[in-house]
């Protein structure tokens, strides 16, 4: 059970979380912001479920729910109404909830699907609904709760990859991608992951030049490389990695784009802190892989924000608009991709700090480590 303290903590934070919502819906002068987003309701109600909304007005909030929710939803969110409906839309129940209140124009989540915006639209009459993409702008900067929840789901991770490689080369060569990628998932959920992140990616030999190949039935074979992007989603929040693991013996291109890559993570790592602009990193670390010939190679963005969901933003390519800020949760993740042959990507979790940065995740990446026997 939480104890009294930590719920009057937890109420303190998704308070301060739904003030901040109300400020950026009053710049589009909006009496009331419409969460439509899972994990948007989730970030400022604590509610777990799905297939609800959030209303936000000055000094209140109300989530609309349904049967499925009506124990679990006021137990998950302090300090939020609870609306169970009964037979009607999200959008019937969100006029209702609103009658009598002097609201006349509504910021709306601009994910919000066309059908509902529509109903929303008939079901408010002559109140005024207004496109707001910003609404949440504040989730790219985690608290001290978040960096907990994130770096809890990094050990996670952690653990079950460094379970899945104890065995070396014999636990690993002839099984199939998808026989790998299911283990590694069992484990996570076994470390205490609710699930994995996102569908485990497992490439072995050349499989691993497709950046986020699908694993199949293909045996890994001794002699190659093997790539594992993976990650754990515990209470709401995300961690993702990637290594590249060598069966036996390192194959001789292999092991050259393996260093380069690892040079151009460690560079572009170094690359992050506070006010630094967000295509920035990218440069640095794409500068060493085109100079070491292999710039055609590196065919995605260096990185993403990594929260409650598992890309949001900031985004670290080479187009990304805006700076770092304290707070903010990235990946950094440089590949070298050569068809016929395999591919190279190395990825850490890495938090901006007031003076620089901080790597949350601690799995070497020298590649003598990455050699199993």
Same mark, same amino acid.
């Given at each position: 059970?939480? #104890?009294?303290? @930590?719920? $009057? /903590? ?7 979380? &739904? +003030?901040?919502? =109300?400020?950026? !819906? ?62 009607? #839309?999200?959008? @019937?129940? $969100? /006029? ?7 609201? &006349? +124009?509504?910021? =709306?989540?601009? !994910? ?68 790998? /990628? ?14 994995? !992140? ?68 460690? /560079? ?106």
């Amino acid at each position: 059970m939480t #104890s009294p303290r @930590a719920t $009057t /903590a937890q109420r303190a934070r998704l308070a301060a979380r &739904r +003030r901040a919502v =109300v400020r950026l !819906a009053a710049r589009e002068r909006a009496h009331l912001a419409v969460i439509t987003r899972r994990q948007d309701v989730s970030y400022l109600s604590g509610f777990t479920g799905e297939d609800s909304w959030l209303l936000v007005g000055r000094g209140w909030a109300r989530l609309i729910t349904d049967g499925r929710f009506g124990e679990q939803a006021p137990q998950e969110c302090p300090g939020v109404e609870i609306d169970v409906r009964q037979g009607v #839309s999200l959008a @019937a129940a $969100t /006029a209702a909830a609103i009658k009598g209140r002097k609201i &006349r +124009r509504l910021a =709306v989540q601009t !994910a919000m699907p066309l059908g509902d915006h529509d109903q929303l639209a008939r079901a408010m009459g002559a109140r005024t609904i207004v496109p707001a993409a910003g609404l949440l702008a504040g989730r790219m900067v985690k608290d001290a709760g978040e960096l907990k929840a994130i770096v809890h789901a990094v050990r996670i991770a952690e653990k079950a990859f460094r379970q899945l490689i104890a065995g070396g080369v014999k636990e690993l060569a002839g099984k199939t991608e998808r026989q790998i /990628a299911a283990k590694l998932e069992y484990l996570m959920r076994a470390a205490g992951a609710d699930g994995a !992140a996102f569908p485990t990616i497992v490439a072995g030999g050349p499989n691993a030049s497709r950046c986020h190949h699908t694993p199949g039935d293909r045996k890994t074979r001794r002699g190659e490389g093997l790539l594992l992007d993976f990650g754990a989603l515990a209470a709401g929040y995300h961690s993702d990695l990637t290594r590249v693991v060598f069966l036996g013996t390192i194959p001789r291109t292999l092991g050259r784009a393996y260093e380069v890559v690892r040079r151009a993570q460690q /560079a572009g790592i170094r690359a992050v802190g506070p006010g630094v602009l967000c295509n920035r990193p990218d440069g640095v670390a794409r500068g060493i892989i085109a100079q070491a010939g292999f710039g055609p190679a590196f065919v995605h963005g260096l990185g993403h924000g990594l929260g409650r969901e598992v890309h949001e933003a900031p985004g670290l390519g080479s187009k990304a608009a805006g700076r770092l800020r304290a707070g903010m949760v990235v990946t950094v993740e440089p590949g070298v991709y050569l068809p016929g042959v395999g591919g190279i990507r190395i990825e850490d979790d890495v938090v901006v700090t007031a003076s620089g940065r901080r790597r949350l995740s601690a799995l070497p990446t020298e590649i003598n480590a990455m050699l199993l026997r």
